[in-house]
């Protein structure tokens, strides 16, 4: 019905960039909307943590440890969201996660893609 696909993971060296993109897609027959989306992380034994989130009025929110280093964006003819990440750290390794906030069929859910590897080596 719903589906998140994450592109833009890999390995980089510190100091590094990379650009993850997700594109949410849904089934023919539905009418939805996109409300907040976000980046999403989870380092191995860690919880998984909020790194940037976006509203539908493209108002933004970093974690501490990201800001001034990624910036995210979206494109809502596209229903794209987009992690710039500038000079990577090793700290930054983790599954990235998309996540966006639907309204389907008047049904507000959360959804997630199925996460990208980020690894970033020292």
């Known amino acids: 019905q719903v589906q998140l696909a994450e592109s833009g993971g890999g390995l980089v060296q510190a100091g590094g960039s990379l650009r993850l993109s997700c594109v949410a897609s849904?089934?023919?027959?539905?009418?939805?909307?996109?409300?907040?989306m976000g980046w999403y992380r989870q380092a191995p034994g860690k919880r998984r943590e909020l790194v940037a989130a976006?509203?539908?009025?493209?108002?933004?929110n970093y974690a501490d440890s990201v800001k001034g280093r990624f910036t995210i964006s979206r494109d809502n003819a596209k229903n794209a969201l987009y992690l710039q990440m500038n000079s990577l750290k090793p700290e930054d390794t983790a599954v990235y996660y998309c996540?966006?906030?639907?309204?389907?069929?008047?049904?507000?859910?959360?959804?997630w893609g199925q996460g990208t590897q980020v690894t970033v080596s020292s």
């Open positions: 976006i509203s539908s009025g493209d108002i933004t």
């Open positions: 849904i089934s023919t027959g539905y009418t939805f909307r996109i409300n907040g």
């Open positions: 996540n966006a906030d639907m309204t389907i069929d008047y049904i507000r859910g959360d959804y």
